[in-house]
């Protein structure tokens, strides 16, 4: 039994001290993308952009294909439901909703904790066993401000881009079924959509995605900046990366979610 | 015991660095003049890489004093050790050049961020650089595009970026051939010969110490067994500086109750 209790109590102290380092590096990106620049420590603009290209733009592609599908799913699902109450004309508020409010910012976070925050770890990590994280400090160049702060600024923008584009493909997903299985036509459907929307799905969604921005970075850099030595480790930290990433993304969302839904109008 | 005098650049006094519950560096004092080599020699795992890494402020330690220019780096603010980094370059083991970046952007970094110079500046900077490390033309070459001898040179080329007064090496001829190692020893001798510079040199290579060094340290198992000139350490009797400058390898066979204490002593904490 006390075995028991002090697993327990190591488990959550372990836990809590990885969200007190999690808030450390989150807090000091924040302090160099907020208040470094008028303190005389510019931004590193140009690296922010070439992470942006890599975060955001090379993503495009496989996240239209992921999201256009998920939107297809969610009006095959939707309409199994919905045609029993003769309700078919329904589907394209359904997947509206749910597409803008939960599914495209959560699969926008899946898709690039699997391309990006599991980058961050890898190539932090590398550097931190060759020893390039150390040359770093002895030239006076502070890790978090030159490494992570151009990340974390890519993705506080770059995040709530992707949503958006994931909320329009998810919302021509539903269409390919609401045209070809419930009688819409694509104008008709999207009008449809739009009607159903209120501004503050879109909004909630955008909301959490930058937060799903913010949770992936800072995992994604703990997670290099703790590696241990040798090649091994960097797995190791690349594959706690996406782990943790996901984990905490829901919570999160959880989080979130529960706030929107308590604050919302009734 | 030394004295901080005004004539040492660097004094140690009894420094201490500990990972977790073990003690890795117990009490070492030394004492580094201006514009001298001295190398650190030890065996591995004698704590000599952890002993450049508290000197150059990559290693808190956990006693002791490190003065370096009039301050005791152990307890400074990250600003103070910033502007004592400025003043002194390191090449590391491995080079740890930037992957990402070219040769020629390696070198300009530490000058991009901390200098007001010109673009056009900061390029003939580099090629001057370059050129005293004899890299000259390998701008645009890419770190992994250079082989191990080069890499180090291109490393020693950025730690030199700023005009350094002290340059720290860690293992320079580590992983390199005899002939290559014996052109990084030239390359040390030439800049000691050009420039005014305070050398630190942590390596476990013999031929290479006593080819660069003024003064060396021999360091076993966490504390200095030796200081002193090449001929005073030549003249040492002391039975591991012996043994060290012999190259003896260590008795194998040990008593049989120190062996079972041995392999039981580590896990006892644990059971606590």
Known sequence: MVEVTVRVGRATLGGLAYLGGLARLGLGAAYYTFIGPFRGRPLRLQRAVHQAMAVGVEALPILSLITFFIGVILALQGAYELRKFGALHYVSSAVAISMTRELGPLMTAIVVIGRSGSAFAAEIGTMKVTEEIDALETMALNPVQFLVTPKFLAMLVIMPCLATWADLMGILGGALFGVTGAGFTLGGYLRASLDALFLRDIMTGLVKSVMFGATITAVGCLEGFSTGAGAESVGRSTTA?????????????????????????? | MSVRTGDSIISVHDLRVRYGEREVLHGISFDVRPNETMVILGGSGSGKSTLMRALVGLEKPSGGEIWMKGKN?????????????????????????????????????????????????????????????????????????LSGGMKKRAAVARAMAMDPEMLFFDEPSA?????????????????????????????????????????????????????????????????????????????????EMDHLQMLTEERRPRQR
Do not use: W
């Open chain 1, 241 to 266: 990366a996406v782990v943790v990433s996901i984990f905490l993304v829901t919570c999160v969302d959880l989080v979130f979610t529960a706030l929107f839904y308590f604050l919302s109008p009734r």
């Open chain 2, 73 to 145: 780096i152990a307890g400074l603010s990250g600003a103070e050790m910033d502007a004592i980094h400025k003043k002194l370059g390191m090449s590391f083991q491995g080079g740890a050049l930037f992957g990402s970046m070219t040769v020629g952007e390696n070198v300009a970094l530490p000058l991009r961020e901390h200098t007001p110079l010109e673009e056009s500046t900061i390029e003939i900077v580099v090629r001057l650089k370059l050129e005293q490390v004899g890299l000259a033309g390998f701008e645009e070459y890419m770190p992994a595009q």
């Open chain 2, 175 to 255: 992983g390199l051939d005899p002939i290559i190692a014996a052109g990084i020893d030239n390359l040390l001798l030439k800049l000691k010969k050009a420039f005014q510079m305070t050398i630190v040199v942590v390596t476990h290579e013999l031929v290479s110490a006593f080819l660069i060094a003024d003064r060396m340290i021999l360091i076993d198992k966490g504390s200095i067994i030796a200081i002193g000139t090449k001929e005073e350490l030549q003249a040492s009797a002391h039975p591991r500086v012996r043994q060290f400058l012999d190259r003896v390898p260590e008795a194998e066979v040990l008593e």
